[in-house]
């Protein structure tokens, strides 16, 4: 089975939390804070693998997780920083987030990079809380947590040429007669179910001491159907594997009882699938020629084509008839070996987005608790040690400079209720907190 559509699940490592500790040590009777500062948590990144060819290492691992953070300790030790687990990629992958679909990148480029999960924030030590009138703070942060999110990854092969056509066209004959790859074939339909790719071979036509270096590859897609835009036979999973191509070669099975029927199915699929597909280069292969059926065909249908102004040759691929035709034809509708060396679609997008720590906030009411939601103060909630009352202190003021205590009252909240902030619940007392 061909794995070209997964969905995993990947969490950066937490960052590790500050230390509040004091200097001691002999002839020091009132040393000051020493606690270091917490390591950042490991984040996880997608990297490009020419190698991989597909995303069947994603077919029983769907979980990956980052490493976290070491602690702070005294004498100003910083913690370690958690290992960035690094996953490998095949050319031509799309990271979605599984959620609300959003585009995270577009992997096309060998070694290109995409971090889909930050690490957390190591915690900062309480050498930073000292003030004039502080002088031996309790308090540190706790490591912030690391991203986490589903994401969906969906390859679309990177091919130089693709062959497209109704099932039992000759396609995967056609990929073997003009490459090295060994495909199943047989003569019936739906032989192919996943698909195949393999590099062409231009050494015998054109000057060949320049052809040395144009290396096409050539991608032989699974048979489509009348429907296949909308999903019906394979449908969709094998549409997108032409949307990078430079080339396609629409094969014909010139032997059908309807040539010309069977070369409009798929043009209308490939329209409503992307109507830009039509505006690459397209190439329409007239095969079977050795057979009597496709022999008679041909006329009327090279003729029809003529008249619409698309190219069409007849071929055998069984045989070998018209091969050497149709390698120079592809030989110059192809690039040359500087252009050919890049991917065949511009892509390579990274989207990069500006996280906002602004002071916003909102408060919604759900099942009874009171939810605060806000980039800054679920931060600052999981960075708390609500067991140190310093820092709980801490936070309680940073509740009232937002603004949210008055929001809370304003929504009536009563003492004993429950308010939730990111991942952590707390209990309203206000008197306590007001008192303090």
Request: charged fraction near 25%; aromatic fraction near 6%; hydrophobic fraction near 40%.
């Amino acid at each position: 089975m061909f794995f070209d559509r997964v969905r995993i699940f990947v969490r950066a490592g937490d960052g590790g939390d500050g230390a509040a500790t004091f200097r001691r040590e002999a002839h020091v009777p009132r040393g000051g804070p020493d606690g270091g500062d917490g390591g950042r948590g490991g984040s996880i990144y997608l990297t490009v693998d020419p190698g991989e060819t597909s995303l069947r290492d994603y077919r029983h691992a769907h979980h990956f997780k980052g490493t976290p953070g070491g602690r702070g300790a005294g004498q100003r030790m910083h913690g370690k920083a958690g290992h960035d687990l690094i996953l490998k990629v095949p050319p031509g992958t799309g990271v979605f987030e599984d959620e609300s679909g959003g585009l995270l990148g577009d992997l096309v480029a060998t070694d290109q990079t995409l971090m889909v999960a930050r690490g957390g924030k190591g915690g900062l030590g309480n050498v930073h809380f000292t003030t004039s009138t502080h002088q031996a703070p309790r308090h540190a942060q706790n490591g912030e947590p690391g991203e986490e999110r589903w994401i969906r990854l969906e390859l679309r092969l990177i091919a130089d040429i693709g062959l497209v056509g109704l099932p039992n066209a000759g396609k995967s004959t056609l990929l073997a007669a003009l490459t090295a790859a060994r495909p199943k074939i047989a003569d019936y339909p739906f032989t192919t179910l996943e698909p195949n790719l393999g590099v062409l071979d231009l050494s015998d036509v054109l000057n060949a001491a320049d052809e040395e270096t144009r290396r096409p590859t050539i991608a032989d897609v699974p048979g489509l159907i009348e429907g296949a835009s909308s999903g019906a036979g394979l449908g969709h999973a094998f549409l997108r594997h032409v949307e990078r191509t430079r080339i396609l070669v629409h094969v014909v099975d010139g032997a059908d009882r309807d040539p010309e029927w069977s070369y409009g199915v798929i043009r209308d699929e490939l329209e409503a699938h992307d109507p830009a597909l039509l505006k690459k280069p397209i190439l329409v292969v007239h095969n079977k020629m050795d057979l009597p059926g496709a022999a008679a065909a041909w006329p009327a249908f090279a003729e029809a084509r003529r008249s619409q102004g698309i190219p069409a040759i007849a071929i055998s691929a069984a045989s070998g008839e018209g091969l050497g035709e149709l390698r120079k034809s592809l030989a110059l509708l192809l690039p040359d070996a500087a252009e050919l060396a890049e991917p065949p679609q511009s892509g390579g997008v990274v989207v990069h987005r500006i996280e906002s720590v602004g002071d916003s906030f909102r408060v919604d009411r759900e099942d009874g608790v009171y939810v605060v939601r806000g980039k800054k103060i679920e931060r600052l909630a999981a960075q708390t040690n609500f067991e140190v009352e310093e820092s709980a202190e801490r936070f309680q003021r940073e509740l009232a400079r937002l603004g949210i205590d008055e929001e809370l009252r304003r929504q009536g909240v009563e003492p004993g209720a429950t308010v939730r902030i990111g991942a952590i619940e707390l209990e309203w007392e206000p008197d306590e907190w007001e008192d303090r």
